[in-house]
């Protein structure tokens, strides 16, 4: 299957997976129509992001194994659907969402601008997250169809615009946004409420080295939230917030900050070009990298080269 790519052009054709369903022993896309934006050829760790925009369309009774959020941009839609109680409908508007946990679903109709991003959570991926904060059992999420969250519409609009732009913040960036929002609905609207959540305590100095040696082998390339949390023996949510504790920093804003350290160097001490500085930090995109070099220090990559040459 052919969709539209999300290489930021809005031109390339790349295959993608979807975001399916089960429905009567036959698998196939949750939503009839192709998405014009996928998070699949950025490989983001334990979820899958789709932008949508169609006409409205009817699902029918199904199952799946994922957890699914979706939300609503702009414009409105009536959104009809089954219950324990018969049918019901309301019309949701921007901001609206509906959550549904990995088990069966009845079918619901959409009549409108459906204009949505479909954000789906590997259950596996969510155990992962909570392993060790939920006594006794795993986390299940409630099915909802139509409510509002400002958090979750916060970060599922970061996510989005980060999507949206062609993931200039690197795949770390993404993952701890993923994360978080995976966090919120088991903390928030799980049938079994995880409550303790540690907030506390630091990363102890040994592991904490063994991230840190690690960023520093791989400021070349991209880097996984799994793979630092690995590095620490931890869960990713659990290590996001113990690494800040411990640093004061996000892991994404502390590999921020060895990237320009490591490019600053390299401008006062080489005759390399700013492209070829910008690679060697992590950063394809020389433009990408000028604007965040000079956000980070005050001054563009040239500039500092020559106030420090």
């Given at each position: 299957?052919?969709?539209?790519?999300?290489?930021?052009?809005?031109?390339?054709?790349?295959?993608?997976?979807?975001?399916?369903?089960?429905?009567?022993?036959?698998?196939?896309?949750?939503?009839?129509?192709?998405?014009?934006?996928?998070?699949a050829s950025y490989e983001w760790d334990g979820?899958?992001?789709?932008?949508?925009?169609?006409?409205?369309?009817?699902?029918?009774?199904?199952?799946?194994s994922s957890i699914l959020l979706s939300m609503q941009l702009n414009a409105s839609l009536r959104l009809g659907w089954k219950s324990e109680q018969g049918g019901q409908s309301a019309v949701v508007d921007a901001g609206s969402l509906t959550l549904h946990g990995a088990a069966g679903c009845n079918g619901s109709t959409w009549e409108g601008a459906y204009n949505?991003?479909?954000?789906?959570?590997?259950?596996?991926?969510?155990?992962?997250?909570?392993?060790?904060?939920?006594?006794?059992?795993?986390?299940?999420?409630?099915e909802r169809w139509s409510f509002k969250d400002s958090r979750l519409e916060h970060l599922l609009k970061t996510l989005y615009a980060e999507l949206r732009d062609a993931a200039p913040a690197g795949r770390l960036f993404g993952e701890q946004v993923g994360n978080a929002v995976a966090m919120l609905l088991a903390k928030q609207y799980s049938v079994i409420r995880p409550d303790v959540y540690g907030s506390g305590g630091k990363i102890p100095s040994s592991r904490l080295k063994k991230v840190f040696d690690y960023v520093e082998t791989c400021l070349h390339q991209e880097i996984h939230l799994s793979e630092l949390a690995s590095t620490a023996a931890m869960s990713p949510y659990y290590f996001a917030r113990l690494f800040k504790n411990s640093t004061g920093v996000s892991p994404h804003q502390y590999v921020i900050q060895r990237r320009i350290d490591r490019a600053k160097g390299m401008l006062r001490h080489s005759k390399m070009?700013?492209?070829?500085?910008?690679?060697?930090?992590?950063?394809?995109?020389?433009?990408?990298?000028?604007?965040?070099?000079?956000r980070e220090v005050g001054l563009s990559p040239n500039d500092y080269r020559v106030a420090r040459g």
């Open positions: 299957m052919k969709v539209v790519g999300s290489t930021g052009d809005g031109v390339e054709n790349v295959p993608i997976r979807r975001i399916n369903i089960d429905g009567g022993g036959r698998n196939f896309p949750l939503v009839p129509h192709l998405p014009i934006l996928s998070s979820f899958l992001l789709e932008r949508h925009l169609s006409n409205g369309f009817e699902v029918p009774k199904h199952s799946h949505r991003v479909l954000f789906e959570l590997d259950h596996k991926h969510l155990e992962h997250l909570t392993e060790g904060r939920v006594a006794g059992a795993s986390v299940e999420i409630a070009s700013i492209f070829e500085i910008g690679i060697r930090v992590g950063y394809a995109d020389a433009k990408h990298f000028r604007t965040l070099f000079r």
